[in-house]
Nanobody, 125 residues
Framework: VQLQASGGGLVQPGGSLKLSCTFSGGASDFYHIGWFRQAPEKEREGVAISSRHDPPTYANSVKGRFTISRDTAKNTVYLQMNYLKPEDTAVYYC????????????????????WGQGTQVTVSS
């Protein structure tokens, strides 16, 4: 299973970025795929989760600003980030989980099976 995240960079507050995560090697069999982030000296936190037969799940801090989407034909999941804030600065990771989880657990990083390398997002003027 391989996951490759890309699209990070430096952006001013209020700006936008679109992250991509391309998956292969069996990752297409998963039920959940999502984005997580980790800022310096903070725990990794769930940001947005795409689930095979359920609506997406978002952290409260990004609702209304971030949108997760999946292109099955390209084996890619995206994270469109709008109205970025300095507190969104972090390394962003994508991860998958094969088995379905209850809604309340979906943003828990510890429950995901496979991880890609991170991509740095810096929001600063």
């Amino acid at each position: 299973v391989q996951l490759q995240a890309s699209g990070g960079g430096l952006v001013q507050p209020g700006g936008s970025l679109k992250l991509s995560c391309t998956f292969s090697g069996g990752a297409s069999d998963f039920y959940h795929i999502g984005w997580f982030r980790q800022a310096p000296e903070k725990e990794r936190e769930g940001v947005a989760i795409s689930s095979r037969h359920d609506p997406p799940t978002y952290a409260n801090s990004v609702k209304g600003r971030f949108t997760i989407s999946r292109d099955t034909a390209k084996n890619t999941v995206y994270l469109q980030m709008n109205y970025l804030k300095p507190e969104d600065t972090a390394v962003y990771y994508c991860a998958t989980r094969y088995n379905r989880m209850v809604l309340s657990a979906r943003l828990s990083a510890a429950l995901y099976d496979f991880w890609g390398q991170g991509t740095q997002v810096t929001v600063s003027s």
